[in-house]
C-alpha cells in the first residue's frame, strides 16, 4: 500500500513507486518501481525511447507523473497527500523541493549570456539569496574542483564541450544538492572529452554523492555505479550490481541491448 | 603519390623558390556600369538643377519657418511622444507577450484580445476615439463598482471616494500618447512573445531545475536572452512610431511638428515648402535614429558564435 511506504527518515534517497507518464494519448513510462540509497550510484541503461530522460525528469518533477508516487529525501514531489487526497503544489514549492536535486543535461544548457562564474553564482543568489561574496567564494572552490579556475571569467561559448559540462556539474552542485541527476552527460561530447568529465562525476561518487545517471559509458557504470538498471518500453526490466547485470543478465531483453552496445 | 598531370612535385616545392608570385591578371571590365553611372550622374545633375531653379521650393521661406518656434516646440512634442510612447509600448507589449505565454488560460485569453483589437484598429482611428473619450464618461469615479445599485439599500448616496473631471485626466496629449503606447504595446508583445520563444527551451529546464521561480527565470535566463531578437525589430518600431506621431493631429494634439509645419503653409498660402521642412525634419531625425539602432545592433551581434550571439551588451558580470 502506498500510504504505507512513506519513506520518511530511512536511507533511500529516491522511492519511485509505480510511475506511469503519458504524453497525450503515448504511454511512455508504464510502471517505474526504483529505489536509490543515500549515497548510491544508479547507473540507468536501455534503448532510445525506452523512457530514461522522461523518468529523469519527473524525479525533479520536470515532467508531471500521471500515476505513481515518488519520494525523494522523505517529500512527495509535486503533490501534498491529506486526507487521501492529493493537492498540488504550488509553483513556489515545487521550485523549493528543486533547489536539492542538482540535473545535469546533454547539451549541458549554460546560460549563454553569463560568465563561468554568473552560471555558477547565479542560482545560490537568486534563489538562496546567498550574499555575492559567499556565493562567489563556494563557486571558485566548485570550479576549482572541476579543474576550471583559470575559466571563471569566460563565457560558455569559448570553452569546449567538455569544459561546458564540468561548468554544468558545478552550477548544480552549488545549490549544495543532496541527489544529482545526469542525462547523458557525455553523450554529446567529442570522445576525448568524454574522460575529463566522467573523472568528475567518478569524484563526486567517491564523495559520497547520491546519483542517477542515465550513461551509454558501460565502463563508467561497471567501475562507479553502486547499481545498474535496465529500462525497455518504459519499465525496469532488470536491476542489480552493475557486473551481475552486465555479465550475466537475467532478461532475454537485457542480453539483446547488451550484445547490441557491447 | 605520382600525378602525371601539373607540375611535379619537386617543381612546385622547389627550395628557394620561396611562395609564388602573386597574380598579376588583366581584370574583367564592366562597361555596363559605367553607362549606368553616367546616366545616373545626369538625372542627378537635373535634379539639383531642379531644386536651385523652381521658385516652388522657396528656399529661403522653408529654411526661416523650419526653424521657427512652433516647429522647433513640435520637433520636440513630436520626440518625446515617440519616447513615452515606446517605452509604454516596449513594457506593455512585454506584459501582453509574459500573459500570453504564461499557461494560465484567463490571461492568456486576455492578452490575445489585446493583441487582436489594438491591431485591428488602424492608429489613426484610436487617436480621433482617445480624442472623444470624454463622450463615454465625463467623470472617473474611483469606487466600488454597481454603486448605484446596491448603495441606496444601505442607506448610502454613492459608495465612490474620488472623482475627476475626464477633460483634466484626458488632456488631448495624454490621449495621444495613450492610443500610440497601447497600440504599439500589441505589436510590440507579438515582437516579446517571438523573442522569447526564440530562447532554447533547455534554458528555461536549467534554470527551473535549479530551483528558479517562472518570474526568476524570465527576468534573469530568457528575457535577457530574447532582447537578441526583440532589439531590432524595436528599432524599427521607433522608427515607424516617429512618423505616426503625425496622426496625433487627429486627437487633436496640434503641438506635433506635423501639424505646426501644415499651419505654416496653409497660413502663408505656400503649402510646398513646409511640406520639404516636413520630410527633411522627418528624415533628419529618422537617420539619428538609425544610428542608434545600427550601434546597438551591431553591439548585438559582435563575433560570437550561435549560441551566445550578440550577448555581450547584457551579459551579467558576477560582482565581488
Ligand atoms: N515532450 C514530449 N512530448 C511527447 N512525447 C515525448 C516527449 N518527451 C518524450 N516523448 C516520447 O517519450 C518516449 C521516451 O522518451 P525519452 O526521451 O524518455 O527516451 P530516452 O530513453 O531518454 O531515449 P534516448 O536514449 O534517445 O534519450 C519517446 O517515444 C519520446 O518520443
Ligand atoms: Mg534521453
Redesign the pocket.
Known sequence: MVAENIPEADDRMVVADNIHKH??R?H?LRGVDLEVRRGEVCCVI??????????LRCVNHLEKISAGRLWVNGQLMGYREKNGRLYELRESEVAAQRRDIGMVFQRFNLFPHMSVLANVTEAPVQVKRMPRAEAREIAMGLLERVGLADKAGAYPEQLSGGQQQRVAIARALAMNPSLMLFD?PTSALDPELVGEVLDVMRDLAEGGMTMIV?THEMGFAREVGDTLVF?DGGVVVERGAPRDVLDSPQHERTRAFLSKVL | MDTQTGPSRAEASSPGTGSPEFIKAVPVRHPGRWVAAGVLLVFAAMFAHMLVTNEAFNWPFMVENMFSEPVLLGVRTTLVLTLLAMLIGVVVGIAVAVMRLSGNPVLAGVGWLYTWFFRAVPRLVLCVLFGNLGVLYNRIDLGLPFDHYWAPLLGLESARFYSFDTRDLLTPFVAALLALALSEGAYMAEIVRAGLQSVDPGQTEAAQALGMRRSTVLRRITLPQALRVIVPPTGNEATAMLKDTSLVAYVPLTTELWFQLQAIGNRTYDPFPMLVAACLWYLAITSVFMVGQYLLERSFARGDRRAGAGLRLLRVQARN
Not at chain 1, 46 to 55: C, E, L
Open positions: 504524453y497525450g503515448l511512455v536501455g534503448p532510445s525511447g525506452s523512457g530514461k530522460s522522461t523518468f547523458e542515465v529500462m
